[in-house]
């Protein structure tokens, strides 16, 4: 059961350079997400889709973009990374059948710009 | 403006003694609850959630108390083991817009 997976889990940028993040849910979920963790700050909501062909912004959307590029899939795009997103970033997803449900994360891609 | 806040960053109690995590929310259109724990290196997993229908949901060792007039909730987990340490959070969601919003965290250690 491969539940919520994520590539890369660790990368490395320089500053200006853009990357994307993958996620892919095997568990027919309807709602993806993405959230970033740095210390003292929690989880904060950068993006989410709250089913295929829609996506809405979080609390922290700025720097980053997303493609719900399917059912399954879900990335998130840094087009010229800065410092401040040093951070690791979860994806998560979420049945969302019409009730509100838990969201199962994936294991985290730790990011650091230099 | 934090529309969730977890006001204790760390906790520490006793192995065997009751664990008592707090949560407060500002946003009165929340009506759906979650706790997470989170190991280090690891994703934040799943432990119980409570709609705004409730006042108390129960899963074993873990309870979770809502508060509506207060905007407040909290877990409690007796009694508290060792594999218990980890930062918990709580999220908070509305009905509808699949949106999640969570805390900043508390990092629970429970002494042997």
């Known amino acids: 059961n491969a539940g919520v997976t994520q590539t890369p889990k660790f990368q490395v940028l320089k500053t200006g350079q853009s990357m994307t993040l993958q996620c892919a849910q095997d568990?027919?979920?309807?709602?993806m997400y993405w959230y970033r963790q740095d210390p003292g700050m929690g989880l904060r909501l950068i993006y989410y889709?709250?089913?295929?062909?829609?996506?809405d912004k979080g609390e922290v959307p700025n720097g980053y973009n997303v493609s719900r590029l399917n059912k399954r899939e879900f990335s998130l795009r840094l087009e010229s990374a800065a410092p401040s997103q040093t951070s690791v970033y979860f994806c998560?997803?979420?049945?969302?059948?019409?009730?509100?449900?838990?969201?199962?994360f994936g294991e985290g891609s730790r990011l650091t710009v230099l | 403006d934090q529309q969730v806040k977890q006001n204790s960053p760390s906790l520490s109690v006793q192995e065997g003694r009751i664990s008592i995590l707090n949560c407060d929310y500002t946003?009165?259109?929340?009506?759906?609850f979650l706790w997470y724990k989170k190991y280090p290196a690891e994703g934040p997993t799943f432990l119980i959630s409570?709609?705004?229908?409730?006042d108390k949901n129960e899963d074993g060792r873990f309870t979770v108390f809502l508060n509506k007039s207060a905007k407040h909730l909290s877990l409690h987990i007796v009694p508290s083991q060792p594999g218990d340490s980890a930062v918990y959070f709580c999220?908070?969601?509305?009905?509808?817009?699949?949106?999640?919003?969570f805390g900043t965290g508390t990092r629970l250690k429970v002494l042997a």
């Open positions: 999220a908070a969601g509305t009905s509808g817009t699949y949106k999640y919003i």
């Open positions: 568990m027919n979920h309807n709602s």
């Open positions: 998560a997803s979420s049945l969302s059948d019409g009730r509100a449900g838990e969201l199962f």
């Open positions: 409570i709609s705004s229908i409730k």
């Open positions: 889709s709250a089913s295929e062909g829609t996506t």
């Open positions: 946003n009165s259109m929340f009506d759906y």
